[in-house]
């Protein structure tokens, strides 16, 4: 049975502003989930700088 991924929860990225849905890879931690990937996890110092 193949599923649908139009129901996947989303968010917004911190660093890239960027909507980003959910993975299997979070499903334990959706709600800490901050970043959509880890080059936005590394560059979280120099965004919050910047603003």
Do not use: Q
């Amino acid at each position: 049975m193949a599923h649908k991924k139009v129901h996947l929860a989303s968010k917004i990225c911190v660093t890239c502003k960027k909507p980003f849905s959910w993975r299997k890879k979070w499903e334990r931690n959706w709600d800490e989930v901050r970043y959509c990937g880890e080059k936005c996890r590394r560059n979280k110092l120099k965004k919050e700088i910047d603003e």
